[in-house]
């Protein structure tokens, strides 16, 4: 079975920075697209960033370009999203996800693999 764990979510003031980790078990890094969600409260779920497989495109939601940074040790099987000038509208249940074939951020039913979310929270 294909198990995602994220974790690294936490309580920061604007500005601030997080570092959330995806630690995966029962695929290989390497063969899946593998990136990130996120759910604000009362609001759909939003892809965050993805990175593809093979030829390894990464994919940023405009929201979050050139403050957050996707990066993977597939030996390891675990994913990183590096969060810096993290703002209030930034808090939300992030998820990390897979999918066989391809990343698909705009859909929130297109990646196959779902883990359990990490709370980030961020004040204002």
């Known amino acids: 079975d294909v198990q995602l764990q994220a974790s690294g979510g936490g309580l920061v003031q604007a500005g601030g920075f997080l570092r959330l980790s995806c630690a995966g078990s029962g695929l290989r890094f390497d063969d899946y697209a593998i990136g990130w969600f996120r759910q604000a409260p009362g609001k759909e779920r939003e892809g965050v960033s993805c990175i593809s497989p093979g030829d390894g495109s990464i994919y940023y939601a405009d929201s979050v370009k050139g403050r957050f940074t996707i990066s993977s040790d597939n030996a390891k099987n675990t994913m990183y999203l590096q969060m810096n000038g993290l703002k209030p509208e930034d808090t939300a249940v992030y998820y990390c996800?897979?999918?066989?074939?391809?990343?698909?951020?705009?859909?929130?039913?297109?990646?196959?693999?779902w883990g359990k979310g990490t709370q980030v929270t961020v004040s204002s």
């Open positions: 996800v897979a999918d066989p074939v391809r990343c698909v951020l705009h859909n929130q039913y297109g990646m196959d693999f």
